[in-house]
């Protein structure tokens, strides 16, 4: 068999699964995220300032995706609420089958919320659907404001850009309404916050956006 129609298999078993993984969470009213970003954007910190915010009674759980190490998963589960590692060997992205088996052992009816933080990468993760309620993609102002041009794939698919590290403005050369104007030629609706998740700012706004994905689900 060659490259192509392996690849179409793959990915339309994967699509299966996640059907069935979305089904699930809709079932149990868990509103399920996938944050998708090149390495080092910021996705771990932002689930960090995240959880920090919460009550400690909030039912959220963490899965987060790297190619070695229980890193981020060590960071995350200092705020209490359940973290897990799923470790990929190699592979460039998480995939449904990944996510149905990072979920076991953990009840459903348990929880509200459910992170899913990819393994760094702009390409790969934009393909996989994981049964997320929505995809949110986020970009470092150290990273360049071609970046939704360049891997328009994942700014398509992802509901909203959190473009972090604006703490960093002053020192590199980020042309913040082009990287605006850049997403939207891409997704014309897509959603934007900026934040700072050393300063604090614009965090707001981000817990704004969650809150009104959790009233959509309430209402659905
Ligand atoms: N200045 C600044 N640094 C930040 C901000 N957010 C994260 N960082 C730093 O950026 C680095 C990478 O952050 P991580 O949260 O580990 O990034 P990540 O996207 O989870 O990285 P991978 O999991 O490896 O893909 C760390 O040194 C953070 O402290 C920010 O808003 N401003
Ligand atoms: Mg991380």
């Known amino acids: 068999m060659n490259r192509v129609p392996l ?3 793959v990915l339309s078993e994967n699509d299966r699964l996640a059907g069935e993984l979305r089904e699930r969470f809709r ?7 996938n944050l998708i970003s090149s390495p080092g954007a910021g ?4 689930l960090e ?6 009550p400690k009674d909030a039912r959220v759980a963490v899965l987060t995706g790297d190619i070695q190490t229980d890193n981020d998963a060590r960071r995350l589960a200092r ?5 897990r590692q799923i470790t990929t060997g190699g592979a460039c992205h998480l995939d449904a089958r990944m996510i149905e088996r990072g979920l076991e052992g953990w009840r459903l009816e348990d929880l509200d919320l459910l992170f899913i933080e990819n ?3 702009l390409v790969c993760p934009a393909s996989y659907d994981l049964g997320e309620a929505a995809k949110i993609v986020v970009l470092s102002v150290a990273e360049g404001e071609d970046k939704p041009l360049k891997y328009p794939s994942i700014f398509f698919k992802s509901a909203l850009l959190v473009l972090n590290k604006v703490d960093l403005l002053p020192y590199v050369p980020f042309d913040l309404a082009q990287a605006r104007e850049n997403a939207r030629r891409v997704h014309p609706e897509m959603e934007i916050v900026e934040v700072s998740c050393v300063s604090g700012s614009g965090l707001d706004q981000w817990q704004s956006w969650l809150a009104r994905q959790r009233e959509g689900m ?3």
């Open 7 to 9: 690849e179409k298999k």
């Open 218 to 220: 309430a209402v659905a």
């Open 119 to 121: 393994v760094g990468n």
């Open 27 to 33: 079932e149990h009213g868990v509103l399920c995220l």
């Open 49 to 54: 300032r995240t959880l920090e915010g919460f």
């Open 43 to 46: 996705k771990t910190t932002l």
């Open 79 to 83: 705020w209490g609420f359940p973290a």
